[in-house]
């Protein structure tokens, strides 16, 4: 036992115990999302339930003991006070449909590049990826900020469509829904491309050439092979900018104008300005289910078409 | 298939009076400094399987992609048909090709990936659909039309892609490496298959390939490469019996080689003087040179003998040792060193079952061969 390696002195030590390398690998991202992401859910779930109050914390507890009565109270009015107002609603939409219109124009100019990228001398390919990648080095606010001046009505693009004499009059493009896809575009786009060429990085040119060799022209072989092909990379880069894009506070914030309606926005004033904490973590939850259920939807369809990737 | 398909005679490369029906007429295609296809220039005639064989690099694929429109040529002229096939895009060409890798599209069935090149030429559904059944009878793939090709195997996958090359009746075949990628006992099945499907479409083959049994048996020429040239072209027969130059000798079959100065040269015949091999070895009249020249003589190793007895009036013999032996079965290969040094192989056909051998391991043989066995060749 002594000439044992300490590693198989350890794995003896756990096999005893009845937990195996492989259980301990999972368990470790296991305990994880349990900590991080199960629980304060649940807590965000049972202040969603609550009754809001003027306390500390401003919320009435669900489970009171009250003259040897157990009383639970739940407080479903939070939910439907959602359906009531309609701004909640507007603001549920709203966020859907810039998000939406942000990733199709995300997928619009990612495929693009990274198609090209893809296509490129493998030498120089890590120096395209890496100026993908390049934005995140500085601070996201700051990228954010910096847009501000490109768009305001002194600003950078104003400035120079008016010295070249296309415009008299500046155009008013912050605070407005434009800015937003701007900023929304313009943060996400490497979500879209990185996942977009790892795909397309994959796809053989024989495909290609087999069906330009069978009669297709380029754009018919762009659209009935690669697209296909490159579908499953099309869903992940979609979805990593659609999910994140749809809870976007900072840049409807700093970008957007009062017309600008997003959940995020919505959600932000109901914890910080109303400090209505029950109506804030129930906006949280309907929102997750506005989430989830797509991507449940584009979870089995990647399954469905996984078959026919390999 | 409607059309009658008329195949010039049994062998249209000796007739003068046939038109070739794929013309490359000096075609050379580099890359940067690198020269891949150098100056080639062929004739192959209609309904013939023309083979393009040669080692790994030798330029006989980029040779095939120039035919198939896929890469340019840097100089020289294509002409399928009577139509010279310059900035003609591959979608636009004459021309199906059956992918090394088969490249059968893995998110369509085999039904949707044999129509595939039907749709784009706008054919009516109901031509497209008895299309495809027919060819899928044809390669005997009918039963697994659904099947996407992920679940075939890869003989499966080998007939849908010949099949998906062939359903646009093309006016040239062009195949890279068609059995690559079979087990040998399938690959010689298949083999057969794909002459007879060519004889009943009657559509010009040209056919890729390193495996010189694969060309052997395919081909009705053989075109054979080496350093972006074309060394050779001819039957099977005329490549393996008649090699030109050294090269072909060796790459096709194997052989021995004897090194030698032409000592006589008389009326029917040639005798080189070899050193290695201890005589003057008698050549038929094939080349005429001057005495002294260098020449290397050629002998297969099946067209010699090898016997512990005397081997009768054979022209050319000599004696040696038996250094290794290796039994394949239907034949047994001999390694047999001569008083030079020199070793020759040597096949015999096991022609009688027997437990043993007759000859071991060190012992002493004569060997020979008849005086039409050997041939000069070129260095």
Known sequence: ????????????LLGRLGLKGRILVIAIPTVWLLVFFLIPFLVVAKISFSEAAIARPPYLPIVEWVDGFLRVNLNFGNYLFLLEDPLYVAAYLGSVKIAGVATIIALLIGYP???????????RRNLLLMLVVLPFWTSFLLRVYAWIGFLKSNGVINNLLLSVGIIDEPLVMLQTDFAVYVGIVYTY????????????????????????DLGARPVTTFLTVTVPLSLSGIIAGCMLVFIPAVGEFVIPALLGGPDTLMIGQVLWNEFFSNRDWPVASSVAIVMLFVLVIPIMLLRWAQSAGEGEAR | MSEAVSVAGPKPWIDPSAVPFLQINNVTKKFGEFTSVSNVSLEIYKGEIFCLLGGSGCGKSTLLRMLSG???????QIIIDGQDQAGIAPYNRPTNMMFQSYALFPHMTVEKNIAYGLKRDGLPRAEVATRVTDILSLVQMGAFAARKPHQLSGGQRQRVALA????????????????????????????????KIQESLGVTFVVVTHDQQEAMTLSSRIGVMTAGKIVQVGT?????????NRFVADFIGSVNIFEGRIAEDGESHVVVACPEAGLG???????SGVIGQKVAVAVRPEKMQISKEDLGDLRNKLSGTIDEIAYLGDSSVYQIRLSSGKRVRVNQSNLFRSEESSLNYGDRVNLGWAGNAGIVVTS
Do not use: C
Request: glycine share 4%; proline share 9%.
């Open chain 2, 70 to 76: 896929f890469e340019d040529l840097t100089s020289g």
């Open chain 2, 281 to 287: 070895i008698y050549v038929p009249h094939s080349i």
């Open chain 1, 113 to 123: 590049m990274a198609y090209l990228i893809a296509r490129s001398a493998p030498d």
């Open chain 1, 1 to 12: 036992m002594s000439s044992l390696p300490l590693g198989s002195k350890i794995g003896a």
């Open chain 2, 164 to 195: 998906r090359a062939l359903v646009k009746k093309p006016k040239l075949l062009l195949l890279d490496e068609p059995m690559g990628a079979l087990d040998k006992k399938l690959r010689e099945e298949t083999q057969f298959e794909l002459i």
């Open chain 1, 189 to 212: 786009l490497p979500f879209m491309i990185l996942p977009l060429y790892a795909n397309l990085v994959k796809l053989d040119e024989a495909y290609l050439e087999a069906s330009a």
């Open chain 2, 236 to 244: 099977p027969r005329e490549i393996y019996e008649y090699p030109q």
